[in-house]
T-cell receptor, first 111, second 115 residues
Framework: QKEVEQNSGPLSVPEGAIASLNCTYSDRVSQSFFWYRQYSGKSPELIMS????GDKEDGRFTAQLNKASQYVSLLIRDSQPSDSATYLCAFLTGGGNKLTFGTGTQLKVEL | DVKVTQSSRYLVKRTGEKVFLECVQD?????MFWYRQDPGLGLRLIYF???????EKGDIPEGYSVSREKKERFSLILESASTNQTSMYLC??????????????FGSGTRLTVV
């Protein structure tokens, strides 16, 4: 079993809709989770992190964490074509020293 | 902002060559990492270092070595390049312990092709 599972997509949503990206993890010890966005040919950039159960909002982005069910999700409201990218989920491991990444979900926002 | 600079954006090397990929960060981060990224496989950790002259193997260290002689510089070495090492290589740095609000900062990547 992979440590972090993400649906590779592509996930297609119309402009203005809510995009929902999901990630499940196997390590019950994991406490901190990260969402990165990666445009084609570019390096990943941090969107937000979450380490408490519940929701965390930052602008159009909301991260949701459910430790009991071992999943973390990212909601993007009012999706824009500029949101089209691959979204990587990651969790902190190695004694709090390194991140383990999922394979990413490709999001396409269509006009 | 932290800047992580990778010396080359694109590299083409021949099978059997010794290849050096350089990474420099300018914000006094303790942690530095080398990942490779391949389609369908995501980001896989090759090596990381939490201090000068310290190194730890990641998930796929075979065929690679690293060097960290100065805090700001972390080099990845392909001892004898092979075609299966054709990939995008990403360097990253972070504070130790990891700052949860900033995570890693990545370099722009080096796309290595081994022919």
């Amino acid at each position: 079993q992979k440590e972090v599972e993400q649906n590779s997509g592509p996930l297609s949503v119309p402009e203005g809709a809510i995009a929902s990206l999901n990630c499940t993890y196997s390590d019950r010890v994991s406490q901190s989770f990260f969402w990165y966005r990666q445009y084609s040919g570019k390096s990943p950039e941090l969107i937000m992190s979450i380490y408490s159960n519940g929701d965390k909002e930052d602008g159009r982005f909301t991260a949701q964490l459910n430790k009991a069910s071992q999943y973390v999700s990212l909601l993007i409201r009012d999706s824009q074509p500029s949101d089209s990218a691959t979204y990587l989920c990651a969790f902190l491991t190695g004694g709090g020293n390194k991140l383990t990444f999922g394979t990413g979900t490709q999001l396409k926002v269509e006009l | 902002d932290v800047k992580v600079t990778q010396s080359s954006r694109y590299l083409v090397k021949r099978t059997g060559e010794k290849v050096f990929l350089e990474c420099v960060q300018d914000m006094d981060h303790e942690n530095m990492f080398w990942y490779r990224q391949d389609p369908g496989l995501g980001l896989r950790l090759i090596y990381f270092s939490y201090d000068v002259k310290m190194k730890e193997k990641g998930d796929i260290p075979e065929g690679y070595s690293v060097s960290r002689e100065k805090k700001e510089r972390f080099s990845l070495i392909l001892e004898s390049a092979s075609t299966n090492q054709t990939s995008m290589y990403l360097c990253a740095s972070s504070l130790l312990p990891l700052d949860l609000d900033y995570g890693y900062t990545f370099g722009s990547g080096t796309r290595l092709t081994v022919v």
